[in-house]
Every structure is written in C-alpha cells, then in structure tokens.
C-alpha cells in the first residue's frame, strides 16, 4: 500500500479505515512529507502510527485521535495524540511500545510517551534523515 498510494495517502487510508472499524474518529495532518523518502522510514511511520491508534481504540477507548506528520530537511516527526483513558508509561511497557521504540531507534531517532491515567496519550517519534 505504502508502494501504491504513498506515505500520506497511507496514513489518511488508515485514519479514515479505523474511523469506520470503530468509535474513534482520526483527523491525520502532514507537512511536507516527501515521498522520496526511503522505504525503512515510511514503514517505520506507517507502523507507528498503525500501533499507536490500535492501542488507542483497543486499551484506551479514546474517542478522537489525532496524527501529524511533518518532515524539514533534516528530521521527520510524527505526533500521536489521543483523548483516551490514558496509563502510566514508566509502568505500562507493553509489546506495542517497546517494538515502536526498537523501530525508531533503529533508524537512530527517539521515541517519547506522554501519559497519566484520565489524560490521554500522546505518542512522538523524531527521526533523522539519511
């Protein structure tokens, strides 16, 4: 799909895809996303993203989500946001978020969780370009 449609394209198919499977809605933005960019990084977003609104719809019952991707000519980063129960992130380190932040480091770039029960979560990923 990433091949087919391109990385934005993908990430708004997914949004409006989990909008209809379930009681969240996703609004997805994107700045400047080239999509030159190599197949590793588009994967890695494109999974990011895929995970974290699983999780919001699966462990958080969130009802809105909000995804952002932005790319300048140095990084690309990419926001996860949602309204949701919300955990404790030191305590709660599922396989979900470990396997986000393997395929960020991966790539050399960090991985933050920003969550307190009743708050939501918010999700960012800062990758460096090649």
């Known amino acids: 799909m990433l091949d087919d449609l391109g990385l934005v394209a993908a990430l708004e198919w997914q949004g409006r895809e989990v909008s209809r499977r ?64 919300g955990f404790q992130p030191g305590r709660a380190r599922g396989l979900g978020i470990l396997g986000m932040e393997e395929r960020v480091k991966r790539l050399g770039g960090t991985l933050t969780v920003d969550s307190a029960p009743g708050r939501g979560a918010a999700i960012k990923a800062e990758l460096p370009l090649p």
């Open 22 to 85: 379930s009681e969240m809605e996703v609004a997805v933005e994107s700045e400047n996303v080239s999509e030159d960019l190599p197949d590793e990084y588009k994967i890695c977003v494109y999974r990011l993203v895929q995970e974290a609104l699983n999780n919001a719809v699966r462990h958080a019952h969130a009802r809105n989500a909000k995804v952002r991707v932005v790319q300048n000519q140095h990084r690309i980063a990419v926001e996860i946001g949602d309204d949701g129960r």
